[in-house]
């Protein structure tokens, strides 16, 4: 399947990023469309598109819009959320240092069709380089008359505002993510209310990833029929592929829905030289790990599902036979420890425990009875929280021991260390030619 | 620190960038820590009254999130990503080094308050593996010497650059950035790298293109 650069297809003209460049490549054409239909015929059309959410759940984002209920007399939201910190996940911030004027263009859009005066882009606060593309962006648009009061004549007014998280993986929860938003510690809401009816001060919210919104001028300019060439009936469109690990060429690859990993890998020079793929993970570290056996499934959500993992945020991360997957799984667990907000006891206690008896395993100690006690003790955390962050927690282990159970096994006598060499999974060891 | 009247007066233009001002207490609480370089007692009550909220629950809101510190961080804050990823590709070895040099471990100063460590988790940069930050800006695909010798540089004054990002300022002037995103820097440095443009090169090359778009012509950028 060919590499079909879109949201990418200009990222080597480093005038992009300006209004000016983004307009010499068709930018705002699909804003001056949009705002000449009516906001109803934009959601529709968003709808018949099939775009699901690229944010890791894929819910389609058309069904999202029109949940928001209008002529409510309430005013709406738009929440962008920018808080990428999934480990694995890293194709929102290259987007935002590339081509932020998409997202904006998106959020213009977006806000017409739901019918919002105020949006925001929440940006996680660790990468300041995001956050000022993205507000120079913004500041460049308002400029230009497409940000204020009567946008182009229609009456149409927008303010955005870029706001700065400040280190917290939970935030990327969308209810979370509000409660921050609104000057709360970020903690997830119990759901319903749903944000399309009470998010953002209680009012009607769409809450949509980055690259999600950016997909929007392409299918406003373009058109259905267009965006529905690439992908499967059930996963329309492209993808902003993130690729990475022990490969050759790791980064960027934009390709239809429906690509498989082997293809990508092949676009990514193969695995570095004399190594082979061990696992590896469609989207993020909260799907289920795969094996080399997985290479061929078609990267849409049906087919990783089907697979018995997800496509999450569609940001592969591979590794070869040089790791070890009781550190791999440890690190994680300690990244989910480190994360819980703490409100629901199961994440808060279950990841204490998990990491604790995997920091057990890691350094050569434990029973095999601890071995299956912590499937159980997954068990007893998956589905028991308000948000994903405790499913997510619960997911590499049982994942992990499906198959490699032997090294886990292993791993209560000998260290990870001592099963596998940590110096040979270094990409500067001087094996890898970068 | 005393907070003088004209911080105090930023920090209602930050509450007034909201529909409530509420919603201003991270950008308030990041603007504190750029002047004082870390979020004091002071500090906080100072953002509670902008936002119309006790002193007791804007501190829950700071000791909430990792990036505001209870002590001085000093001129520069050192990060190094040492998640699944970035660790075990040598971010872990790249953290030994940069500990072993400084002298201090996890979330600590240096005894001269010129830098700060941290052990910071998945930056959003997993293709550029291992990376590391300073002033939060990103240094990626990192080598334990090149570490080293980041700080070295940086210790001389000399200048540094961001691999996809400005010069290194220091801590307090990004986190100025944090409060006030537009500062002028957006044109500076290379935020698009070659790994940001490996599927795009690849795709011209082979002639690829998204289908009722005009096939590529040559490369308008500059090769890198």
Known sequence: ??????????????????????????????????????????????????????????????????????????????????????????????????????????????????????????????????????????REAREAGYLGTDIRGTGFDLDVVVHAGAGAYICGEETALLDSLEGFRGQPRLKPPFPAVAGLYASPTVINNVETICNIPYIVDRGVDWFRQFGTEKSPGFKVFAVSGHVNRPGIYEAPLGITM???????????????????????????????????????YEDMAAAGTMLGTGTPMIFDETVSVVKAVTRWLEFYKHESCGKCTPCREGTYWITGTLEKFEHGHG???????????????????????????????????????????????????????????????????? | MAISESTREQLQQLAARYPRPRSGLMPMLHLVQSLEGEVTPEGITACADAAGVSAAEATAVASFYTMYKRRQVGQHHIGVCVNTMCGLLGGDAVYEALSERLGVGHDAPTDDGQFWLERIECQA??????????????????????????????????????????????????????A???????????????????????????????????APSAPTGQEG
């Open chain 2, 125 to 178: 940069a997993c293709t550029h593996a291992p990376v590391m930050t300073v002033d939060w800006e990103y240094m990626d695909d990192v080598t334990p010497a090149a570490a080293v010798e980041i700080v070295d540089r940086l210790e001389r004054g000399e200048t540094v650059l961001s691999t996809r990002g400005p010069a290194i300022r220091d801590f307090r002037a990004t986190e100025q950035t944090l």
């Open chain 2, 180 to 214: 006030y995103p537009e500062d002028g820097l957006a044109a500076e440095g290379t935020p698009v790298d070659d790994k940001m443009l490996v599927g795009l090169r690849i795709a011209k090359e082979g002639g690829m293109a998204a289908p009722g778009v005009p």
């Open chain 1, 1 to 138: 399947m060919p590499l079909t650069p879109v949201i990418t297809e200009h990222w080597d003209d480093p005038e992009l990023f300006t209004i000016s460049g983004y307009r010499r490549h068709g930018g705002y054409r699909a804003l001056e469309s949009a705002l000449t239909r009516d906001p109803d015929a934009l959601i529709s059309l968003v709808k018949d598109s099939g775009l699901r959410g690229r944010g890791g759940a894929g819910f389609p984002t058309g069904l999202k819009w029109s949940f928001v209920p209008q002529n409510d007399g309430k005013p709406h939201y738009l929440v962008v959320n920018a808080d990428e910190s999934e480990p694995g996940a890293c194709k929102d911030i290259p987007i935002m240092l590339a081509n932020p004027h998409a997202l904006v263009e998106g959020v213009i859009i977006t806000s017409y069709a739901i019918r919002a005066k105020h949006a925001f882009i929440y940006i996680r606060g660790e990468v300041p380089e995001a956050i000022r593309r993205v507000a120079n962006a913004v």
């Open chain 1, 367 to 434: 029973t095999e009875q601890e071995v299956e006690t912590l499937v159980e003790l997954c068990g007893q955390i998956m589905g028991r929280s308000f948000c994903a962050l405790g499913d997510a927690a619960a997911t590499p282990y049982p994942a992990a021991l499906k198959y490699f159970r032997d090294e886990f096994v292993a791993a209560t006598t000998t260290s990870a260390d001592d099963q596998f060499d940590p110096v040979a999974s270094y990409v500067f060891a001087g094996a890898v030619a970068r």
């Open chain 1, 262 to 300: 082997r293809e990508l890998l092949d676009y990514a020079g193969g695995m570095r030289d004399g190594h082979q793929v061990k696992f590896w993970l469609p989207g993020g570290s909260s799907v289920p790990m795969l094996t080399a056996d997985h290479l061929d499934i078609p990267m849409t």
